[in-house]
């Protein structure tokens, strides 16, 4: 549970400010296919290794960025739009990495990427876990400025400097990187979980993105210790329950937050602010 509780932390810090940008860049679906195409490389991880931490992590990894990159290739090159393109390689992926672990593997082993084992994580993992968190946060400290001006006016950004470039797939590395390690301890399928909801809950209260920013983090950190003491208690399995408990928190933002249905009528929409 301590090593539990601390993964819950690192991927809080990590990969809540990243959903955060995932909202307002309206590339929440994109994390969501994006998690599932780091499966097949994960899987040949598993089938060369077993389960070694540090083989389904860099197969993870290069899964990720090619279908990342692989997508925006065909959508440059051809009719096809990116969404479109995401689509197709996801689902290939997916299909391949479930293949792959069924044919080489067992259903525990199956469920274990499928769904991940939060109560599992080692020092190793937690380690990983912290390298990834800390990248994290430099990577968003140095990419913050163009993320939140493409966030706001991508046609400016993309027209005035070449950061416009650097902002796009630096911060995609910043995603597979922590769809990675949101893999180890949630599974590929709920991995975006801890990403995008406390993100769309945080900004049904707030509209500055720094304060946006930290109250994902708190939102996730909250629902992740509720998720455990629960799982711990009622016996139930744990990465479910953790995302669950941040889609009541969703829910709850939804009917009581200042943004939510139930907010007073007014002229105009609060617009979001750096």
Do not use: Q
Request: with cysteine; charged share 10%; aromatic share 6%.
């Amino acid at each position: 549970m301590r090593h539990a509780l601390l993964g819950c932390v690192a991927l809080a810090l990590g990969a809540a400010p990243v959903g955060v940008f995932l909202l307002l860049r309206r590339m929440s679906l994109t994390g969501d296919a994006m998690a599932h195409a780091i499966l097949p490389g994960a899987a040949v991880g598993y089938l060369v290794s077993g389960l070694s931490l540090t083989a389904m992590t860099l197969g993870g990894i290069a899964a990720g960025l090619l279908v990342a990159v692989g997508s925006g290739l065909v959508a440059r090159h051809t009719v096809l739009r990116e969404d479109s393109s995401l689509a197709a390689f996801y689902l290939l992926s997916l299909a391949s990495g479930v293949l792959i672990v069924s044919v080489k593997g067992n259903s525990v082993d199956l469920l274990h990427v499928l769904f991940g084992t939060v109560l599992a994580l080692d020092n190793d993992a937690l380690l990983l876990l912290g390298g990834i968190t800390l990248v994290t946060l430099l990577g968003l400290r140095a990419l913050y400025r163009p993320l939140v001006i493409e966030s706001l006016d991508p046609g400016f950004l993309r027209g005035m400097s070449v950061w416009s470039a650097i902002a796009h797939h630096g911060f995609l590395v910043l995603v597979v990187l922590n769809l990675v390690a949101g893999f180890h301890a949630l599974g590929t399928l709920l991995a975006v979980g801890l990403m995008v909801l406390p993100a769309a809950a945080a900004r049904l209260w707030v509209t500055r993105i720094l304060p946006l920013m930290a109250l994902s983090v708190a939102l996730a950190l909250g629902a992740s210790v509720a998720g455990l003491l629960i799982s711990f208690h009622a016996d139930w399995p744990t990465s479910p329950v953790i995302v669950l408990c941040l889609g009541l928190v969703y829910a709850v933002s939804m009917l009581a937050a200042p943004e939510g249905l139930w907010r007073h009528s007014r002229p105009g929409h609060s617009h979001l602010r750096a």
